[in-house]
């Protein structure tokens, strides 16, 4: 059947995500506490009718086009040579279509133009929000009918496949399943979701980003060892993965496997419990009572998982010795960002601490600013 589109043009939108609580949980099967932030990727999208999809992004104007039959050939081969920035719009287009089995030659062509205020490589997912511009505005021109959740697996199918990078579906889920003033609690293994108010506003706090910009060039090995030591971690307890631990199977896991082993699993199982309990907090008490829980998780990624770096210790310490009700790196460690819970009138007080704790350490000033939980991906105009 040929679709019949919604539109023949528009302008959709998808926003980045900054993680509140639930770090390298998601290959582990467990849970993670997201939200959307204020910063978005737009797509203003227009139908042709010559079968191409062509893109183009003021982040690289030189616009890349492909035929949507070729689409399936091209990214059927690692190398596929599209430049990498186009690998996710397209990326999504091919996976659209697989996941649908619809016909490529039944369908338009396409121009798609992406703008963006979402910082690129910060931590804030960049990625994820052109993905979900992206599969928004395909989903209405080709009248897909899709769920948020079915694109955001589409999402996470381009980056994973069509640029091979080799990431869970969080990013996605929270760029697509966004509420204002809300977090979405996910459930990496069930796929189910839940939207919990977060109630930022109403309690007078803020969410401060300080972000290092310091990323190390470990950071991707990192990555994938800590990957490995958590499924040594699940094959050794005889579990399908350290989802499946509770805090009563730590004795054993202790006198089971090494100590960097140990804690890598220790990790993973505290920071699950801490999810779940962020989310009774701020259900049962509201955001205030989440403090204590992010300073945990922090001191959990320093000592335990050992992702953390001097530069994001001095952050979280800094905010903390300000005034913040909490504050945790976030991300996945090496570097990058820690987000920082203050109060409305401490926000001045919390930045000049860690800016004057960067400078006495000799580290480069950090990029500080708030984000709020913001709306999901949608159709603008
Ligand atoms: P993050 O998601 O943390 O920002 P990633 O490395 O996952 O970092 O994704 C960043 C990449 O996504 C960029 O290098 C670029 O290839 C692509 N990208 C993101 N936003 C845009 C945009 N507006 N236009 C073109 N490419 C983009
Ligand atoms: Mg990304």
């Not at 010559?50 to 070729?70: K, M, N, Y």
């Not at 509201?286 to 998780?297: C, E, F, K, N, R």
Request: hydrophobic share 45%; with cysteine.
């Amino acid at each position: 059947m040929i679709p019949t589109p919604a539109s023949d043009s528009g302008v959709w939108s998808a926003p980045g995500r900054a993680n509140l609580i639930g770090e390298h949980t998601d290959y582990n099967e467990g849970f993670v506490l997201p939200f959307a932030i204020e910063y978005r990727t737009r797509a203003k999208a227009s139908r042709r009718d010559d079968g191409i999809i062509r893109v183009t992004s003021t982040f690289d104007p030189t616009p890349v086009e492909a035929a949507l039959d070729d689409l399936p050939s091209l990214f059927d081969h690692p190398d596929h040579g599209i430049p990498e920035w186009a690998a996710y719009p397209l990326g999504v287009a091919w996976a659209a279509l697989r996941a649908t089995g619809i016909d490529a030659r039944e369908l338009p062509g396409l121009d798609l133009a992406f703008s963006s205020d979402v910082p690129i490589g910060a931590g804030l997912s960049s990625s994820a929000a052109i993905e979900g511009a992206t599969a928004s505005a395909l989903n209405d021109l080709w009248a897909l009918g899709l769920s948020p959740l079915e694109l955001a697996k589409i999402g996470r199918t381009a980056e994973n496949d069509a640029v091979g990078a080799p990431t869970g579906i969080m990013d996605q889920v929270a760029s697509m399943l966004g509420r204002a003033d809300a977090a979405t609690f996910l459930d990496c293994r069930t796929l189910a979701t839940e939207s919990i108010d977060l109630g930022f506003d109403a309690a007078g706090l803020r969410l401060l980003v300080i972000d290092t910009g310091v990323k190390h060039s470990h950071a991707t090995g990192g990555y994938g060892e800590r990957r490995a030591s958590c499924e040594l971690g699940a094959a050794s307890m005889g579990v399908p993965a350290l989802r499946d631990l509770t805090l009563d199977d730590l004795p054993r896991a202790q006198a089971l496997l090494d100590d960097v082993t140990f804690r890598r699993v220790r990790h993973i199982v505290t920071e699950n419990y801490r999810v779940l309990d962020t989310v009774r907090a701020l259900r049962e008490s509201g955001p205030h009572a989440i403090g204590d829980l992010l300073v945990a998780s922090h001191a959990s990624m320093r000592d335990d998982f050992e992702i953390s770096t001097p530069e994001l210790d001095t952050a979280v310490d800094a905010a903390l010795a300000a005034g913040a009700v909490g504050a945790r790196m976030t991300g996945g460690g090496f570097g990058g960002a820690a987000i920082a819970l203050v109060a409305d009138d401490l926000v001045g007080a919390v930045t000049d601490a860690a800016t004057s704790a960067f400078a006495e350490r000799g580290y480069a000033a950090p990029h500080i600013f708030t984000v709020t939980p913001s709306r999901g991906a949608g159709r603008d105009a």
